[in-house]
């Protein structure tokens, strides 16, 4: 499986505000680089911190890519994949809209009636880890799955999960003109970070886009 983070961040490292809502840090130029990824990817992950911030829809925006997905013999949108070791995801979270394949990663904590309600609503449980979703387990299960090429779009808990199992290949930053600050803000990576062994990803490129840039960063 190849995974490919993609995240907007401020000019100081932000995701978001301390109240954790969804902020337009990209511009239009932006969101449209984001949306081929998301056509080009056979699954899109988050966190649960993130359905719950933002409730996304994870699908393709476009109608041309959408179309030539399907003429590619694909589903028209990418699977959603949410990582969520309890079910905090609600029932009636646009991810469970039926406009794609979802999946949720469990750990074996979760409640079997929850379990139950999220297959009634439409969503292929994979369960693995004690009290968190094993990261490296159930991406291995989506690849038996045929998910290949897996986006990530956050947020920050998620991607430090990913980045502390070296799960991750590639890094597509966008950098916007805006500073949120505040110690309580979520960052790119956030978890518990690193002491040592610190990941040293190497610069594959550098794109100036709407008033920020893109940094492409490789594993
Ligand atoms: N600017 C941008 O590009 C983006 C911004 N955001 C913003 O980020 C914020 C949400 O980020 P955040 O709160 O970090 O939420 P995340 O989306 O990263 O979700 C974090 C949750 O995922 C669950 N999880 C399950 N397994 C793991 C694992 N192995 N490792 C890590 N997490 C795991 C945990 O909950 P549990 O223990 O219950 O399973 C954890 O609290 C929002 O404000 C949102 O708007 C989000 C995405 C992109
Ligand atoms: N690329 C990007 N730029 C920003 O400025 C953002 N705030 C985000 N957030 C991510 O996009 C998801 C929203 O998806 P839908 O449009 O609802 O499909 C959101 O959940 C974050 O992952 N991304």
Do not use: C
């Amino acid at each position: 499986m190849h995974v490919v983070v993609n995240a907007a961040m401020s000019v100081d490292g932000k995701l978001s505000s301390r109240r954790r809502e969804q902020i337009a840090i990209s511009g239009p130029d932006d969101f449209d680089r984001v949306d081929q990824l998301r056509a080009d990817s056979d699954a899109v992950m988050v966190g649960v911190g993130t359905i719950l911030a933002d409730d996304p829809s994870l699908t393709v925006d476009d109608a041309d890519r959408r179309a030539a997905r399907a003429d590619r013999g694909k589903p028209e949108n990418p699977a959603r994949v949410v990582a969520d070791s309890r079910i905090r995801t609600p029932p009636d979270a646009t991810v469970l809209d039926g406009r794609a394949q979802t999946y949720l990663l469990v750990s074996e904590a979760a409640p079997p009636d929850f379990i139950e309600e999220m297959e009634d609503a439409g969503a292929y449980v994979i369960a693995a880890g004690q009290d968190r979703v094993d990261l490296t387990t159930t991406l291995a299960k989506l690849e038996g799955d045929g998910i290949d090429q897996l986006m990530v779009e956050g947020g920050g808990e998620l991607i430090f999960g990913l980045l502390e199992e070296a799960l991750v290949d590639e890094l597509f930053v966008y950098i916007g003109p805006k500073v949120i600050g505040g110690r309580d803000a979520p960052t790119l990576a956030d978890g518990d970070g690193f002491i040592e062994d610190f990941p040293e990803p190497e610069l594959a490129g550098v794109e100036r886009l709407d008033d920020g840039v893109v940094l492409h960063w490789q594993f």
